[in-house]
C-alpha cells in the first residue's frame, strides 16, 4: 500500500509528465486533420485544452512535491520546450498555453514538505478527472485509428504513429487506476523495458519516416537506432532476472545515445537546419521521453 507522500507525489509526478504527453498528442494529430475533418479537429482541440486545465490544476499543487529527480532529469521541460511551443503555434495556428510551461520551470523539490490530508482527498478527485479526460482520449485514438484503417478519413497520420499514442495513453490509464487503489504499478523492470524500447524505436522510425530524402545522415542514424531498439527488445523478451544488469546497462547505453540524437535534431528543428515534416514541438515531447526512460534506468540499476 502506497503512503499518502508516496500516494500524492506519484500522482501529481505522473499527471505532470503524461498529462503533457496526452495533450502533445492532440496537438499533433490536431494539426493532420484537413479541414474537410473539421469535427476532428475541433475534438482533438477541445482535449487538448481539457489536458491543459488538467496540468495547471497540477502544477498549482505541486511544488515541493516533485522529487529532485523527476525535476534534474528533464522529462517534465526541457530547455527547449518554451521555444518549440512558440514555433509551433506560430506554424500551425494552434493555440499552446505556454504559461504551463512557465510555471512548470518554477517547480522545486522541498525534502520537508508536508502532506496534509486534505491534499490526499484532492489529489484522488484529481486523478479520477484524469482517468475520465484519458479515457475519453483512448476513445478519440480508436476512433481516428478505425477510420484511418477503413480509408474514410485522410490524415497527415501514420496508422503505426496511432498505436502508438493509443499505447502511451492506455500505460497512463492503467497507472493512474493502479495509484487510485493506493497501489504501485506491477510492471517487473524487463517489462517496463520492454515497453519503453518499443516507445524508442518507434521514435526512430517515425523521425526517419518525416525527414526529407535529401537528409540521408539523419535518415540512416535514425535507422540504426531503431535496429538496435529492436535487437534490446529480442534480447530483453528472453532474459532472465539474472540478466537485468547486463541488459539495464546496454539499454540505458543506448537510450542516452538516442537523447543525444533527439537533442541534436530538436536544435536543429529550432533553427530550421533540417528538412523534415517535423516541429520543434515534435522533437522536444521525443526528447522528454527518451529522459523520462533514463531516470527509470538508474532507478532500475540502483535496484539491482
Known amino acids: 500500500m502506497l503512503t499518502r507522500k508516496e500516494f500524492i507525489q506519484m500522482s501529481l509526478e505522473l499527471n505532470l509528465f503524461f498529462g503533457r504527453i496526452m495533450k502533445e498528442h492532440m496537438i499533433f494529430m490536431e494539426m493532420s486533420f484537413l479541414v474537410t475533418n473539421s469535427d476532428l479537429i475541433l475534438e482533438s482541440d477541445q482535449l487538448k485544452r481539457s489536458f491543459e486545465e488538467i496540468l495547471l490544476e497540477t502544477?498549482?499543487?505541486?511544488?515541493?512535491?516533485?522529487?529532485?529527480?523527476?525535476?534534474?532529469?528533464?522529462?517534465?521541460?526541457?530547455?527547449?520546450?518554451?521555444?518549440?511551443?512558440?514555433?509551433?503555434?506560430?506554424?500551425?495556428?494552434?493555440?499552446?498555453?505556454?504559461?504551463?510551461?512557465?510555471?512548470?520551470?518554477?517547480?522545486?523539490?522541498?525534502?520537508?514538505?508536508?502532506?496534509?490530508?486534505?491534499l490526499e482527498e484532492y489529489v484522488y478527485d484529481l486523478n479520477n478527472r484524469a482517468i475520465n479526460l484519458v479515457l475519453e482520449v483512448i476513445a478519440f485514438k480508436e476512433k481516428v485509428l478505425a477510420k484511418l484503417l477503413d480509408c474514410t478519413v485522410y490524415a497527415a497520420l501514420y496508422p503505426l504513429l496511432v498505436e502508438h499514442v493509443l499505447r502511451e495513453a492506455k500505460l497512463y490509464h492503467r497507472y493512474l487506476v493502479t495509484i487510485q487503489n493506493r497501489m504501485k504499478p506491477e510492471n517487473t523492470i524487463l517489462e517496463q523495458e520492454i515497453f519503453w524500447d518499443r516507445i524508442m524505436g518507434k521514435h526512430s522510425l517515425f523521425i526517419r519516416g518525416l525527414l526529407d530524402p535529401t537528409e540521408k545522415d539523419l535518415f540512416n542514424t535514425a535507422n540504426d537506432f531503431a535496429e538496435l531498439f529492436e535487437e534490446l527488445i529480442e534480447k530483453t523478451k528472453n532474459a532472465n532476472d539474472e540478466d537485468i544488469p547486463e541488459i539495464t546497462e546496454k539499454?540505458?547505453?543506448?537510450?542516452?545515445?538516442?537523447?543525444?540524437?533527439?537533442?541534436?535534431?530538436?536544435?536543429?528543428?529550432?533553427?530550421?537546419?533540417i528538412k523534415a515534416i517535423l516541429t520543434p514541438l515534435l522533437g522536444d515531447h521525443v526528447l522528454r521521453e527518451a529522459n523520462h526512460f533514463i531516470r527509470l534506468l538508474n532507478s532500475f540499476k540502483e535496484d539491482c
Do not use: M, W
Not at 525535476?71 to 526541457?78: F, G, M, R
Not at 539499454?251 to 537546419?273: D, V
Open 59 to 118: 502544477i498549482a499543487v505541486s511544488n515541493g512535491i516533485i522529487s529532485k529527480e523527476v525535476i534534474d532529469s528533464k522529462e517534465l521541460v526541457t530547455q527547449y520546450t518554451l521555444d518549440s511551443e512558440t514555433i509551433t503555434q506560430n506554424l500551425t495556428g494552434i493555440c499552446i498555453n505556454n504559461e504551463i510551461t512557465l510555471a512548470q520551470l518554477e517547480l522545486n523539490p522541498n525534502p520537508n514538505f508536508d502532506y496534509p490530508s486534505d
Open 251 to 273: 539499454t540505458l547505453e543506448t537510450t542516452i545515445g538516442i537523447k543525444g540524437f533527439k537533442t541534436a535534431a530538436t536544435e536543429g528543428l529550432l533553427e530550421c537546419e
